[in-house]
């Protein structure tokens, strides 16, 4: 079992910026498992950035330049550093880990982009 916890979500104005963090515990897990995902309102949830390897990142192309998925210096924990917030990123945002085949999830921390 894998348990993650996300933090860093809240009300910022567009062109502002935001850092989640998530951290895993459980299951040993490798942070290159790891990655961020978003739901908004009536749509489905996205991918948003993800690790697909410890040099190898992978990001929804409306976030691309804006968003970076990092790892933190303590064990099982990962940041995304989200600049020039928009509107349109509004959602609540997701950690997951893949693990043996299975998805794990985090509870969800909201992200809102309004003047």
């Known amino acids: 079992q894998v348990q993650l916890v996300e933090s860093g979500g809240g009300l910022v104005q567009p062109g502002g910026s935001l850092r989640l963090s998530c951290t895993a515990s459980?299951?040993?897990?490798?942070?290159?498992?790891m990655g961020w995902y978003r739901q908004a309102p009536g749509k489905e949830r996205e991918l948003v950035a993800a690790?697909?390897?410890?040099?190898?990142?992978n990001y929804a192309a409306s976030v691309k330049d804006r968003f970076t998925i990092s790892k933190g210096n303590a064990k099982n924990t990962v940041y995304l550093q989200m600049n020039s917030l928009k509107p349109e990123d509004t959602a609540v945002y997701y950690c997951?880990?893949?693990?043996?085949?299975?998805?794990?999830w985090g509870q969800g921390t909201q992200v809102t982009v309004s003047s």
């Open positions: 997951n880990c893949k693990l043996m085949g299975a998805n794990y």
């Open positions: 459980g299951s040993i897990v490798s942070v290159y498992a």
């Open positions: 690790f697909t390897g410890p040099s190898s990142t």
